[in-house]
């Protein structure tokens, strides 16, 4: 072990529990300083991501107090990059090289980039990871843990009677689970998770065609504020799935008219005038196969370019939107936003 030699180990951790510590800990007796990322940290909170960033850190803290103190362990955030793995990718070589020097990490030589591993559960599950990363070394570590993943304990967890599998967190994560349990936020997760659960025997599986409406106006961006499950009180662009009888195109105008009646003196906006607007050199499909947990749903976003102005046309919620309302497009973060809808945004509008 060299004093700047250091290891990266990327998760959700949702939540923490024994089989992460386990790799933490031999990741610590091989290399001076482990790095842990944090994924999906810029999300908002659904069943598959409960925990925000911060409380995943404070689960870090329940089992490393000493080692994250004495600097050993060093805990950061990662976003999601849904559809770019390069941008995915450049945000971690870019943390762990801050995090490295800052620490006082030698160079290989290479760029005066830190020497680094990536830890992780043996071969299968990090080759995906050292694919994206082949200048970095690999520390594979068996699991003593059987088979268990963090998708087993939310599956336990999340139901009316919540059941916290002691046997696979240390002390201080099931305590802390066993306190969030009883707060608002469970109660709403639980109800999202039921309603998922029901909804492929209401629907179906898909696959499933959606239109979105990326609406700009003088600096601002058209949002709904969702009024019923799943992502209730989330922030969503306009839009919905296209009638059977009906073009995908005409399907964005339509649920754009129906979710925010936008309007100008005349009256609600014709929907001819409204096509005018699109900039079809814009649109895209937005199709990761985990985009939604409601099913595989496969969604085109058309960007409307309305005209510059210093009065913005006016909205009103409608249909299943709670509130529609215009946002100045900087005041806006990922966490606010349902599903992938922040993701399109910032393609879409260049952000």
């Keep these: 072990m060299h004093a700047n030699d250091f290891s990266v180990f990327i998760g959700r951790f949702q939540p923490l529990h024994i089989g992460h510590e386990h790799v933490v800990r031999q990741a610590l007796s091989r290399t001076s300083h482990v790095i842990v990322l944090i994924g999906s940290a810029n999300v908002a909170r659904d069943p598959r991501n409960p925990f925000t960033y911060g409380e995943r850190v404070a689960m870090f803290r329940k089992s490393f107090a000493y080692e994250m103190a004495n600097g050993h362990l060093i805990v950061e955030p990662l976003d999601d990059h849904l559809y770019s793995d ?52 690999n520390i594979q570590i068996d699991s003593q843990y059987g088979t268990f993943s963090a998708s087993d304990v939310r599956q336990h967890y999340f139901q009316r009677i919540p059941a916290v599998p002691r046997t696979i967190l240390s002390p ?24 998922l659960d029901a909804y492929p025997a209401q629907w179906g599986k898909g696959p499933f065609v959606t239109a979105d409406a990326v609406v700009i106006q003088s600096g601002h961006i058209l949002l709904v504020e969702r009024g019923r499950l799943p992502g209730k009180g989330l922030l969503a ?10 073009r995908v195109r005409d399907a964005a105008i339509r649920e754009l008219r129906e979710e925010t009646g936008i309007g100008d003196a005349k009256g609600q906006i014709p929907p001819a005038m409204l096509a005018s607007f699109i900039d079809d050199s814009r649109t895209r499909v937005f199709d990761a196969p985990d985009r939604s947990l409601r099913g595989r749903i496969i969604t085109h976003a058309f960007l409307f370019r309305l005209p510059e102005r210093r009065s913005l046309f006016t909205v009103k919620g409608g249909d299943d939107a709670a509130h529609a309302h215009w946002y100045r ?16 945004i910032n393609l879409m509008a260049d952000l």
Excluded at 173 to 192: H, K, N, P, Y
């Design 172 to 195: 201080g994560v099931s305590e802390w689970l066993d306190q969030f349990a009883l707060g608002e936020e469970f109660r709403t997760l639980l109800a999202e998770r039921e309603y």
């Design 329 to 344: 497009v900087g005041d806006l973060s990922a966490e606010q936003f349902f599903e992938d809808h922040w993701s399109i």
């Design 237 to 246: 662009l306009p839009g919905g799935f296209v009638d059977p009888a009906e």
């Design 86 to 137: 390069t941008a995915w990718c450049a945000e971690v070589q870019a943390r762990v090289k801050r995090i490295a020097l800052a620490a006082g990490g030698g160079t290989t030589g290479d760029g005066g980039n830190p020497r680094v591993s990536l830890a992780g559960y043996g071969k299968d599950a990090t080759s995906y990871y050292l694919k994206m990363f082949p200048e970095w070394e």
